[in-house]
């Protein structure tokens, strides 16, 4: 995860994300302190309950979207680390090596997929943001946006062994979603996923068919349950059993029967992030998962500072 200290939405990436809200005026200090607090006590919480979390703080102030860092790089097992080309040009800065070298300290890295150098034709991928991977039938979800090369998602699959599943979707006002990551999210016994953002019923009844693969339980979110974030959660695991982080703006956005179908299989654990959530991202854009073997270490809570 990365701690902010000069937050603010991103005029740059606002032309074709609907989920972010403009800051108001002379407000960017008050907001940089509080997206940097919200990770403060979003890492605590997650510590608390057994999650290990990689804290890595950004000091540039040319970095508005530096708190998403899932969009630029992602881990798999077998020791492999992809590295993505970004849409937006002010977003491409996020890449730092000292975030690869912690991986390689800390982890067992075998090689180190770089795509980014195709920025320079016009080929994107904005890593788990613009995919959601099934890691138990290895397949690749995405939804057609700016940010999605279906040449480069073709290339991803072939590299890292998933199977591509494309569609289009939108969002309450017809516009395609800019992030795959906004409207779903897979975790081991249960997925969400927002299917009537899928306006083609034949496409719309293949992911659901898929998803259901390996009786996975579907709870299919509102509009107005994406619009709040309900689809950006990630599963992780914690000290006592594997547990759904999502943002409380989300978590509050569930039905009391959605939650208790969640419940069923892992424990919600909700973090307080409405500063954040303005730049058009929620929980499971601000965390990088990992799934690479740990080396042996002295320090296993790994803070980087």
Avoid at 17 to 31: I, M, R, S, V, W
Wanted: charged share 25%; glycine share 6%.
């Amino acid at each position: 995860m990365i701690r902010p200290h000069h937050f603010h939405p991103n005029a740059e990436t606002a032309r074709d994300n609907g989920f972010q809200t403009d800051a108001p005026a002379n407000a960017a200090e008050k907001l940089a302190k509080q997206a940097q607090s919200e990770i403060t006590m979003a890492v605590q919480t997650l510590r608390e309950a057994g999650v290990q979390v990689h804290l890595f703080d950004d000091p540039r102030d040319d970095r508005p979207d530096a708190v998403f860092p899932n969009n630029w790089f992602s881990t798999h097992p077998g020791g492999h680390v992809a590295v993505y080309p970004m849409y937006s040009p002010n977003r491409r800065i996020e890449r730092r090596s000292d975030v690869l070298e912690l991986l390689k300290q800390r982890y067992r890295v075998q090689d180190i997929i770089d795509y980014s150098g195709l920025e320079q034709d016009g080929l994107f991928l904005e890593g788990t943001g613009a995919m959601v991977l099934d890691h138990v039938e290895r397949v690749a979800y995405a939804a057609r946006s700016k940010r999605t090369s279906e040449v480069l998602l073709e290339r991803f699959c072939t590299h890292f062994n998933y199977e591509p599943m494309v569609f289009d979707a939108y969002d309450a006002a017809g516009l395609p979603i800019y992030h795959t990551n906004v409207l779903m999210c897979i975790g081991t016994d249960v997925a969400l996923i927002g299917l009537e953002t899928i306006h083609n019923a034949v496409r719309r009844e293949e992911l659901r068919e898929r998803l259901a693969q390996g009786d996975r339980d579907i709870v299919e979110l509102t509009q107005d349950q994406i619009a709040n974030f309900a689809g950006n959660a990630i599963e992780l695991q914690g000290r006592d059993g594997r547990l759904l982080a999502m943002s409380t703006r989300a978590a509050n956005a569930l039905s009391p029967t959605q939650r208790q179908r969640i419940e069923a299989h892992l424990k919600i654990l909700p973090l307080e992030i409405p500063t954040i959530e303005m730049a058009g991202g929620s929980v499971r854009c601000t965390i990088a998962g990992i799934h690479l073997s740990p080396r042996p270490q002295s320090n296993p809570e790994g803070e980087a500072q």
